[in-house]
T-cell receptor, first 118, second 114 residues
């Protein structure tokens, strides 16, 4: 079954360092997303990406964050200068409105990248 | 105001019994979709079931069913014949209108006892 893959599974970084989290969405999907989940809290939307541009972003997604689809397969989230409060699990997801699962445009999530900022 | 409310932080259920996980939602859109995802201890998010706002029948997927009460704005997940492998965090989520963003609830931790 097609899946969304994320690397690294866990990254530890020092405050102020740049971090890039990588995702390989399902190959024929058109929409890409990043969500985050701070430990013990709800999953929060960060950004959605379609047709090589951001289609929607939350207030969390400030100038410290950026996304890129550098080639036909990868989708990356960059945090320029990490803060302690960026420590979280980051989930990549993809979807294709033209492909319905149980009648729905379902987001398929990756297993997540755990970011720890020290 | 919270868009998705899951009032049960944690639930226990005996193996082979049924359990209902509550979810209420708040939206002014006529068109919306409600999703349930399972998050086991390994961390990944697994899609379970979907209910569209215009669907007249409650969604079912194997042991999962969604008790959709539109007037009460509730979309409770029912798991029948619970198994030990059902122990996980369960998230209710909503998509409003024709957008693609999901808004998640706080989740319910389910523990199945043998």
């Amino acid at each position: 079954e097609p899946e969304v893959t994320q690397t690294p599974s866990h990254q530890v970084t020092q405050m102020g360092q740049e971090v890039i989290l990588r995702c390989v969405p399902i190959s024929n999907h058109l929409y890409f997303y990043w969500y985050r989940q701070i430990l013990g809290q709800k999953v929060e939307f960060l950004v959605s990406f379609y047709n090589n541009e951001i289609s929607e972003k939350s207030e969390i997604f400030d100038d410290q964050f950026s996304v890129e689809r550098p080639d036909g397969s990868n989708f990356t989230l960059k945090i320029r200068s990490t803060k302690l409060e960026d420590s979280a699990m980051y989930f990549c997801a993809s979807s294709d409105p033209g492909i319905l699962v149980s009648g729905a445009n379902v987001l398929t999530f990756g297993a997540g990248s755990r970011l720890t900022v020290l | 105001a919270q868009k998705i409310t899951q009032t049960q932080p944690g639930m226990f259920v005996q193996e082979k019994e049924a359990v209902t996980l509550d979810c209420t939602y708040d939206t002014s859109d006529q068109s919306y979709g409600l999703f349930w995802y399972k998050q086991p201890s390994s961390g990944e998010m697994i899609f379970l079931i979907y209910q569209g706002s215009y669907d007249e029948q409650n969604a079912t997927e194997g042991r999962y069913s969604l008790n959709f009460q539109k007037a009460r704005k509730s979309a409770n997940l029912v798991i029948s014949a619970s198994q030990l492998g059902d122990s996980a965090m369960y998230f209710c989520a909503m998509r409003e209108g024709y957008g693609n963003k999901l808004v998640f609830g706080a989740g319910t931790i389910l523990r199945v006892k043998s």
